[in-house]
């Protein structure tokens, strides 16, 4: 049959046979063949719901009796009865609050061996010691001593008259059980169906009957203990439907569809506690947004004689009715006088909620749903202000009521791909970096990248925001300027082409860079610029018409208007200084650079130096030249283009020197002529 969910207030037929409503840690299922006629539903009509004692599984161990391998084997008849205790609400005493506690009280003190359900409502109510071998321990039972337990019982052995019975007691309100043969067997009765066009004397009004078994699950093997299983539970409870039929020969009722067609073979019922039933109302259907509060509002519960109503919830039920029909209710509250009952949930849900009531001994129960909305996250993001090639740090907050979600942030940085970052439930904020290696586009000293940030929760509900990334040009650094001069001594006007290198640092490895020479003689140059990941070198080359001492600038320019210089000082000298330069060379070399008489050729050397000046006073150029090149160049120029025995200085290295300056000085001194 398709299922259905719990309406409010009292469960109708069609609610109550699909779901039956939520006893405390119960599990319900329905079966059923397809029933014609009318139903008469003892539930539907006096209120709360069926319940479902179940035996254990086979081979659990333990107990004594029949089978010493069962504790319950036999005990059918004592489930029966605690289904009935409890819908009457004799069995709610001493906090047992469902079926499953009360049977379990009885295997305390009853032998795994048959009786019938009497032996257990006159033990309940008023303490009868049957005595071996159904009773196991003495004591137990006797509940309510004040009660007569025979004013509420009713027993009907007429073979005959035992769907009669069923139909008047169900009528009436009472809780009933019935014997089976030839099994041996106890099961409580929750409804009938008749055919309402036909005499209810005929044997044909009653067509079937509703029941639970505490052997349904013991006999269906595939349907035990599914997982998940809530703590304390075991077994799945089923309320099924079974034709009858009257037997003319044997003059009995019989089902025959239930074990060999086994007859039913007597009626006992026992009357609810005598107060009338409260009506559970549950609320609803609620609607929040997930981080949101919801009050589950019971106060529409009523008891017709105004007793106080107690109530307890399952506000997180985890079964699914229309799909699988394993289902679970563990309440969430112990019992509390207030109608109402908070609750937040972190993500979005969406289910039933149970709600029980009591008031005196006797219960019902409601359900209701709950929808919980997911919220869209919000997010606030700020930006930052970095040099190129620094890393930029955008931070922001996140704020969602519902705190079990998580988070999918995208970045688009402005350039390139954006990039996708997972934050973890329970996230309030981000920080994230990336690196901007310059500015962008080029000519400007800063630039601004839009950033754009969405988030998307583990619900696909979003938001976005935007912030600004201001990325500054860096200056490039000139951090030397150095010259490489043919003549390491001195620098002589329009003889001397001077090579300059210049080196340069960028953080912005992405610069491009322009470079210009100002050589302090009114004359610039551009300088040929090589570079690679932010460092470069300028190279240039200069040749200065006249003697002096000139700063030479180089000023190196990046594509985003960052500048830099530095300088290095240049001393152009005379053709005296040049010529004095050379004599304090000699004059400086150690002894073992001559021939011997090392002070003695030093002496001469310099008067023959000294002899040109006064050829420089009168001009005479050429006299100069022939002198330097025929008189003291001769004296050293054995390893460089001379007879080494004719020299006066015999040390290669200054032999070199002081033959290069003499061919520099010759050369100046020919610019002349």
Same mark, same amino acid.
């Given at each position: ?81 605690? !289904? ?544 330097? !090149? !025929? ?43």
């Amino acid at each position: 049959m398709k299922v259905q969910r719990i309406g409010k207030s009292k469960l109708g037929l069609t609610f109550l046979l699909a779901i039956v409503t939520f006893l405390a840690s119960l599990q319900l299922m329905v079966f059923a063949d397809n029933p014609t006629g009318t139903s008469y539903i003892l539930y539907e009509k006096h209120g709360y719901t069926w319940v479902d004692a179940e035996k254990r599984r086979y081979d659990d161990g333990g107990g004594i009796g029949p089978d010493p391998g069962e504790d319950d084997d036999w005990l059918c008849w004592t489930a029966t009865a605690s !289904n009935v205790l409890e819908w009457t609400g004799w069995g709610l005493v001493g906090g047992m609050w469902d079926t499953d506690a009360i049977f379990d009280d009885h295997k305390i003190y009853f032998n795994d061996t048959g009786s019938w359900m009497d032996a257990s409502w006159h033990w309940w109510l008023n303490g009868y010691e049957p005595g071996p071998p159904l009773k196991l321990v003495s004591g137990g039972g006797n509940k309510w001593p004040s009660v007569t337990w025979t004013d509420y019982y009713h027993n009907e052995e007429d073979d005959a008259d035992v769907m009669s019975a069923i139909d008047q007691w169900l009528r009436a309100g009472y809780g009933v059980g019935i014997g089976i043969f030839n099994g041996g067997h106890a099961i409580t009765v929750w409804g009938f169906n008749y055919n309402e066009s036909v005499d209810p004397s005929s044997k044909d009004y009653y067509l079937g009957i509703w029941v639970a078994d505490s052997d349904s699950d013991k006999n269906n093997p595939p349907y035990w203990s599914p997982p998940p299983i809530p703590s304390g539970r075991e077994y799945i409870d089923r309320l099924s439907y079974y034709e009858v039929e009257w037997n003319s020969t044997a003059n009995w009722w019989y089902m025959p569809n239930y074990g060999g067609g086994w007859m039913i073979s007597r009626v006992q019922a026992l009357e609810p506690y005598p107060s009338g039933r409260p009506e559970a109302d549950a609320g609803g259907p609620y609607v929040v947004n997930e981080g949101t509060t919801v009050n589950f509002d019971a106060s529409g519960s009523d008891d017709p004689e105004d007793d106080t109503i107690y109530y307890r919830w399952d506000i997180d039920y985890i079964g699914d009715w229309d799909s699988n029909l394993r289902n679970y209710t563990v309440w969430d509250t112990s019992w509390s006088s207030s109608a109402v009952k908070s609750h937040t949930w972190n993500d979005d849900h969406s289910g039933d909620v149970i709600l029980q009531i009591r008031a005196e001994q006797l219960l019902d129960i409601d359900a209701t749903t709950i929808t919980v909305n997911n919220v869209a996250p919000a997010i606030t993001v700020s930006g930052d202000t970095i040099d190129e090639n620094g890393f930029a740090t955008v931070t922001g907050t996140i704020t969602d009521p519902g705190i079990e979600d998580t988070f999918s942030l995208t970045i688009d940085w402005g350039e390139g791909s954006p990039e996708t970052f997972v934050y973890p439930a329970g996230s309030t904020t981000f920080s994230e970096t990336h690196q901007y290696l310059d500015d962008d586009p080029t000519g400007t000293s800063s630039d601004d990248y839009t950033i754009t940030v969405n988030i998307t929760d583990d619900d696909s509900e979003q938001d976005s925001g935007s912030t600004i990334v201001t990325t500054r040009n860096v200056d490039p650094v000139v951090v030397s300027v150095t010259l490489d001069q043919p003549n390491p001594q001195f620098v002589l006007p329009l003889v001397h082409t001077l090579n300059f290198t210049g080196t340069f640092t960028d953080i912005g490895t992405l610069d491009v860079h322009t470079a210009v020479w100002d050589w302090g003689d009114t004359t610039t140059s551009l300088g040929t610029v090589d570079e690679s990941d932010g460092s470069g070198t300028v190279t240039g080359e200069h040749v200065f018409s006249a003697p002096g001492t000139y700063i030479v600038n180089l000023t190196v320019t990046d594509d985003d208007t960052g500048v830099h210089f530095n300088t290095t000082e240049v001393v152009v000298v005379t053709f005296e200084e040049a010529k004095h330069i050379t004599v304090d060379y000699i004059k400086s070399l150690p002894d073992e650079a001559f021939k011997g008489k090392a002070d003695q050729r030093k002496s001469a050397l310099e008067n023959m130096f000294s002899a040109i000046d006064d050829m420089w006073d009168s001009g005479e150029i050429w006299g100069i030249i022939k002198d330097m !090149n !025929n008189n003291i160049r001769s004296k050293c120029d054995g390893t460089v283009d001379g007879k080494p025995n004719d020299d006066w200085i015999i040390e290669p290295e200054a032999q070199y020197h002081i033959c290069m300056k003499i061919d520099d000085m010759t050369a100046y001194l020919m610019t002349f002529l």
